[in-house]
């Protein structure tokens, strides 16, 4: 009894309720208890980790770790090379990654992560309820009041931390038969089988790149042609960690790649019978099976929230958000981690914000913190005075280093402001998309951004009386773009603002 | 003496339309033209009729006319119902021979079928559409 | 939030997807993303680069150049191509006039889009010709 009476944050009225305790949940607690912002944080697990608690399923992350890079361990620009470790203030609780790493891959594994998050989590003292589950919600004047599997939580400011981790299979026929890429089973069960994986994203690659020693056969079925990450230039497509199988099937090595939508599933003797239909030229193909696993992706878990008003988009069920990550239909509910992904940004080039992934969402709890306090708390961010000599080195520094805008291309900005009185003002990392469309004084965000042909470079957003130009500088063949031609061509710019 | 594939290009060149098809998607368009004569005083294309087609005057001369009113004279080199090859829509004016005259003619249908074949060919025209409508709008503007 | 198969029902019905059969628009719903923006959101960035290709579902935008209104547009109706096929920034600013449901291609994935797919490139074709008909631009 002594113990249940010790759990923390016990159901009750709080400025900022958390749910969930993945690396975005965990990235925002330890954040808003730095800032000194009243919350309680609650989670369904037992323990800290979320998804990488369970997945991925073959125990490899996805996610890199150079634990030698060009940047010293700890120092913010190892950020960049390490997309693992959360952030911390205190220099003794950064990079703890790669001090748990084997030494056998860049990508730590799935255990290698979850005790990463849990030592963070412990030598931080962040605080969580955990095996508190939330369960509805409802609205009550200026709350919310969420009802958890311990009682009665209200709050002025809701924030939803709770993956995208509800499997996902179409209502196409047969498929509630199958099993979804969350209940996957041992390889060694797969052995001699003939295998049927719906769908051709990382996940579906994931279970064939781990099931290619066992598997008599693989199909990979879906209606859009896969796509690779290194054609697509950016993180978009299967990722050069799972290209075996696609190498298999180009050589017709028992396995297949498949455009076409699936019709139906049906049992058929021991196994299944798959009915597709070609998405070129229509034809149907049956393909007969011992064993169907669908990589149908996952929905967001809302539970009754979208009952409440809350706006979701796509297959995926992600809440439509502002650039801070509030719900776009209704305020006050904000969200953290990979579900920051439904935020997307100018999305430039159609290439995605890395926040489906810990490198990019760490960062976006980090800067949600800072809005929350200020928004909600009145605590307002530090903005420290940049002598205009030191303006542009700060710059070139910034898009040259700083592993925010380096994580989040073309969707975290740093941004400095310019009045007549204040002087020159280090306003801090804002999303990009906010200082784009959001009215305000002129000022200036410099982002990271690439293009589909890979080339990056700085960009350049100015904003005056109210309008707001983008310029984007030459790439440079090091990635450094504290050159003197960049020194120039920035000055130029500046030198309209009435700095120089 | 009728013309030959070089000189079919040689004209088509000149279409803006067509400014950016590929070498070889233009040697299939002009495979697909058609050559016209027509005699003085005979109607290429009438008012009202619904648009089959392109018409590139290779010689002679045309004038075009909605009702009584001559609104321009077209000689050889200058093409009409550029956009009609595209979207059938009814001619908004006459283009009647004011000289023997000959013509080339691409059919709205034999262009669906190119776009078909050669998609590429379709991007380039459509190239061409979206750099006019821009111009359209920045002249709206101003 | 829409599935596969309600993006299919809605693509069906748009002037630009007409000539798709059900396996090809299930291909399209694959390879198109949905989008929602609120009320007074931009969507494409005057003078912005790496812009997207959209296609309405349901809601208005306006076409914004330097602020002023230029033209409204609705469901069935699409934006970002010119750009894109021009490699130039965008003219004018797209902005929801209201909560605005919509398909979104990358960019860099629209040529081989409607090469892959020529008779959506050809109703695409055809919508342009009317919109530059009725800029009344053309000479004859």
Not at chain 1, 10 to 35: A, E, F, K, N
Not at chain 1, 374 to 392: C, N, Q, S, T, Y
Not at chain 1, 488 to 497: I, M, P, R, V
Request: charge should be negative; aromatic fraction near 8%.
């Amino acid at each position: 009894m002594a113990e249940v009476a010790e759990r923390p944050y016990p159901p009750g009225d709080y400025p900022v309720v958390v749910v969930g305790s993945g690396p975005g949940g965990l990235q925002l607690v330890y954040r808003l208890s730095r800032l000194g912002v009243p919350h309680a944080a609650i989670s369904a697990d037992p323990a800290p980790g979320g998804m990488f608690r369970r997945f991925p399923f073959f125990q490899r992350l996805l996610s890199w770790t150079k634990p030698y890079a060009p940047a010293e361990r700890g120092s913010r620009a190892y950020h960049w090379y390490d997309w693992n470790s959360l952030l911390a203030e205190e220099p003794e609780h950064r990079s703890l990654m790669p001090t748990l790493m084997d030494g056998t891959s860049s990508f730590p594994s799935r255990p290698e992560m979850e005790q990463n998050l849990a030592l963070f989590a412990e030598r931080t003292g962040i605080v969580v309820r955990y095996d508190c589950r939330w369960e509805s919600t409802r609205r009550e004047a200026d709350r919310f009041v969420l009802v958890t599997s311990d009682g009665e939580y209200r709050c002025q400011v809701l924030v939803l931390a709770v993956g995208v981790a509800e499997p996902y299979k179409p209502p196409t026929p047969g498929f509630e038969e199958v099993p979804h890429y969350a209940e996957t089973r041992n390889a060694e069960s797969y052995a001699g089988k003939r295998l049927f994986l719906v769908g051709k994203e990382n996940s579906s690659f994931e279970l064939a790149t781990g099931l290619l020693p066992w598997a008599r056969q693989i199909v990979l079925a879906s209606p859009r042609p896969a796509q690779l990450s290194v054609n697509t230039n950016s993180l978009v497509g299967v990722r050069a960690r799972y290209v075996q199988p696609w190498e298999d099937s180009v050589l017709g090595g028992g396995v297949f790649m498949m455009n076409a939508s699936i019709e139906r599933i049906v049992r058929h003797g021991q196994g299944y019978r798959v009915h597709t239909r070609r998405s070129e030229g229509g034809a149907a193909l049956m393909v007969d099976v011992d064993e169907v696993i669908a990589a149908t992706g996952w929905t967001c878990p809302l539970r009754d929230l979208p009952s409440l008003g809350v706006a979701t988009v796509g297959r995926s069920q992600l809440p439509a958000q502002t650039a801070y990550w509030e719900s776009a239909s209704l305020p006050g509910v904000y969200f953290a981690g990979t579900i920051t992904q439904g935020s997307g940004g100018l999305k430039k080039y159609g290439i995605p914000s890395n926040s489906g992934a810990v490198q990019g969402y760490r960062y976006n709890s980090w800067v949600l913190g800072g809005h929350i306090a200020e928004k909600h708390f009145g605590i307002e961010r530090p903005r420290p005075a940049i002598a205009p000599a030191d303006l542009v080195p700060f710059l070139l520094d910034e898009v040259t280093t700083a592993p925010e805008l380096w994580n989040q291309r073309a969707y975290l900005a740093r941004v400095v402001s310019v009045d007549p009185e204040q002087g020159v003002r280090d306003e801090g990392i804002e999303p990009l998309a906010h200082f784009v469309d959001a009215p305000g004084g002129d000022a200036i965000a410099v982002a990271v951004e690439s293009n589909d042909q890979a080339v990056i470079r700085p960009a350049i957003y100015v904003r005056r009386a109210g309008r707001v130009d983008e310029v984007l500088m030459e790439p440079d063949p090091l990635n450094d773009f504290r050159t003197p031609a960049h020194r120039k061509q920035l000055e130029g710019l500046l030198a309209g603002l009435g700095l120089r | 003496m009728p013309m030959t594939d070089e000189q079919k290009v040689a004209l088509l060149r000149g279409v803006e339309l067509l400014a950016g098809v590929s070498e070889h998607s233009m040697a299939a368009i002009a495979q697909r033209t058609g050559e016209l004569t027509f005699a003085p005083g005979q109607r290429i294309v009438s008012q009202g009729q619904l648009g089959n087609g392109l018409y590139l005057i290779a010689s002679g001369a045309a004038r075009v006319q909605r009702g009584d009113e001559v609104l321009a004279r077209l000689g050889p080199g200058e093409v009409f119902g550029e956009l009609a090859v595209i979207d059938q829509m009814p001619r908004s004016a006459s283009v009647v021979a004011e000289e023997p005259t000959t013509c080339l003619a691409l059919a709205s249908w034999d262009f669906l079928e190119l776009v078909e074949s050669d998609p590429k060919l379709a991007l380039g025209v459509l190239r061409v559409l979206a750099s006019r409508l821009r111009a359209a709008g920045e002249r709206h503007h101003h | 939030m829409a599935t596969a198969e309600e993006i299919v029902d809605a693509l069906a019905g748009l002037a630009l997807f007409a000539d798709l059969g059900r396996p090809e628009l299930e291909s399209v719903a694959h390879t198109f993303e949905e989008a929602w923006f609120p009320e007074g959101q931009r969507i494409l960035r005057q003078g912005f680069s790496g812009t997207g290709f959209y296609v309405i579902l349901e809601g208005e935008v306006a076409v914004k150049v330097d602020g002023e209104d230029r033209a409204h547009l609705g469901r069935g109706d699409f934006f970002g191509e010119a750009s894109i096929l021009l490699g130039e920034a965008p003219l004018a600013d797209i902005v929801a006039l209201r909560p605005l449901r919509c398909l979104h291609l990358a960019g860099p994935a629209l040529q081989g889009f409607l090469v892959a797919h020529p008779r959506v490139m050809y109703r695409m074709l055809v919508d342009q010709t009317r919109r530059l008909r009725n800029a009344n631009l053309w000479r004859r």
